[in-house]
């Protein structure tokens, strides 16, 4: 119940084309769900986040869906460049309207190769 | 305004060692959390402490490793007698509310010889 799935664990997309990166969780508490990238050597950085009140969120090229009977979530990512090419990682969370919990709950990771 | 800082950046023991993780959250953030990831997964909620107060520790292997985050001073993550599952990249996050944190460092990568 805990865990969030992500798919696919690597892709390749051609430059200027759409970067699709799915994940699913079960346990209906998580109220908060962003995506990080990370580059190799360095820390996740937050890209885009959404809460379940809104069914898409967008952020420049980057843009969440969010299916809440479906337990769905996605990230597009419009005109991929070369540069995005990183890891990408959902996650998800609860309690972040003045619960106690807050800790992030990460799917395994979807490697991203943009080719020029 | 200085993001989360971590160090050492990479540490080496041998098995049987000590490894200290320093974590000094972002300027206002009093809230601290850790993750390790191990290659090729995505990171695993180790602890999250607030100054002086672990709060929430369900993450924490019970022996060897304990975590501390003092009223002054950095966060600090500590391994006692480590062996090789040990390595991995150890994260910490910061937050200025309760709630999840979303400033990640740059990471500690430990290898354990």
């Known amino acids: 119940q805990q865990q969030v799935k992500q798919s696919p664990q690597s892709l390749i997309v051609q430059k200027g084309g759409i970067s699709i990166i799915n994940c699913a969780y079960e346990?209906?508490?998580?109220?908060?769900f962003p995506w990080y990238q990370q580059f190799p050597g360095k820390g996740p950085a937050l890209l885009i986040a959404?809460?379940?009140?809104?069914s898409e969120k967008k952020e420049g090229r980057f843009t969440i869906s969010f299916n809440k009977s479906a337990k769905q979530f996605s990230l597009h990512i419009m005109d991929s460049q070369p540069g995005d090419s990183a890891t990408y990682f959902c996650?998800?969370?609860?309690?972040?309207?003045?619960?106690?919990?807050?800790?992030?709950?990460f799917g395994k990771g979807t490697k991203l190769s943009v080719k020029p | 305004n200085a993001g989360v800082m971590q160090n050492p950046r990479h540490l080496v023991r041998r098995r049987g060692q000590e490894a200290r993780l320093r974590c000094s959250p972002m300027?206002?953030?009093?809230?601290v959390y850790w993750y390790r990831q191990l290659p090729e997964e995505g990171l695993k909620f180790m602890v999250y402490?607030?100054?002086?107060?672990?709060?929430?520790e369900s993450g924490m292997p019970k022996e060897r490793f304990s975590a501390e985050f003092p009223k002054e001073g950095p966060s600090i993550l500590r391994i006692q007698q480590v062996v090789r599952g040990d390595s991995a990249a150890y994260f910490c996050?910061?937050?200025?509310?309760?709630?999840?944190?979303?400033?990640f460092g740059p990471g500690t990568r430990l290898t354990v010889l």
């Open positions: 402490l607030q100054k002086e107060n672990i709060i929430d």
């Open positions: 300027k206002g953030h009093s809230h």
């Open positions: 996650a998800a969370s609860w309690g972040n309207y003045g619960g106690s919990q807050g800790n992030l709950i």
């Open positions: 996050a910061s937050s200025p509310i309760m709630g999840q944190g979303d400033y």
């Open positions: 346990n209906t508490a998580f109220d908060y």
């Open positions: 959404i809460r379940p009140d809104v």
